[in-house]
């Protein structure tokens, strides 16, 4: 979530999905990988609302002009536990992590922000650790191809 | 070589970064909103929506299949009547050159 009230409002939507789910939990996992799980569900979730209405912001936009008053700019992100000497550049990591695909960011974020191990991301996306490892190294590439474009872009 | 270094230290830009720390209030307004039975009321309008726009699309579909239907068939009615008449022309004017 690049967004502090998307992050809030998505928190909250989390821990009532918690704990009105919490008899449904059957302990094959840790209770934090359950919640990891439907934290990302969440996320990914959330994300696909917001694009389908920035698709439909867009296409509103091209037929009634005054509608789009809405502004659907991604605007910068900071995050707020990034030291200040490094924030210049998280800014456009995150930029980039945003063109990621779903699995690629999710694996991406887990591995990089979170700092989880790759046995735990694997149980929280229900997928082998080798998949896990397959899906940070693609990210990463693609990571380098966009920031490479950028950087010829901007002849830094 | 530049350039290079350059993505290593975006890509390491994370690193040594702390958690995000929620607002004081947020764990509170989870809560209220549990005791209010808010999300339920908020989820079942959402699901609500969908269903609507789900039979929307349902109705809509049956109205143009049943008009793409109409329309055939008129244009299947006007093509076989086009035809009975010119069958009918035909026979007429034959049966006519019979009688001269």
């Keep these: 979530m690049q967004n502090k009230e ?11 999905e918690v704990f009105h789910s919490l008899e449904k939990f059957k302990q094959e996992s840790s209770l934090s990988t359950w919640i990891y799980r439907i934290t990302v569900n969440k996320s990914l979730d959330f994300l696909r609302k917001k694009n389908r209405k920035k698709r439909f912001g867009f296409m ?54 979170e700092e989880l191990s790759q046995k735990e991301i694997a149980a929280i996306m229900n ?18 191809e966009k920031l490479g474009d950028l950087y010829k872009k901007r002849g830094i | 070589m530049k350039q290079e270094k350059w993505i290593d230290e975006i890509l390491e830009s994370t690193k040594g970064m702390h958690k995000a720390e929620p607002s004081p209030f ?6 209220a909103k549990v005791r209010s039975g808010n999300f ?11 269903l609507r726009w789900f039979l929307a699309g349902f109705v809509s579909l049956i109205i143009m299949c049943n ?3 109409l329309v055939k068939t008129n244009f299947v009615k006007e093509k076989n ?7 009918a022309e035909k026979y007429f004017n034959n049966a006519t050159t019979y009688t001269y």
């Design chain 2, 81 to 87: 009547s086009d035809e009975k008449t010119a069958s």
């Design chain 1, 60 to 113: 509103t936009s091209l037929f009634h002009k005054e509608t789009s008053e809405v502004n659907f700019d991604k605007g910068h992100f900071d995050h707020p536990g990034i030291l200040l000497e490094k924030k210049e550049n998280a800014r456009i990591l995150f930029e980039a992590i945003d063109l990621l695909s779903e699995n690629q960011k999710t694996a991406f974020i887990l591995f990089h922000v």
């Design chain 1, 127 to 144: 997928l082998s650790p080798k998949a896990i490892e397959s899906l940070i190294q693609r990210a990463k590439t693609t990571l380098r």
């Design chain 1, 6 to 16: 998307d992050a809030e409002d998505l928190t909250q939507e989390v821990f009532i």
């Design chain 2, 40 to 50: 339920k009321k908020e989820h079942s309008v959402h699901e609500n929506s969908t």
């Design chain 2, 67 to 69: 008009v793409l239907s």
């Design chain 2, 26 to 31: 947020l764990f509170e307004q989870a809560i």
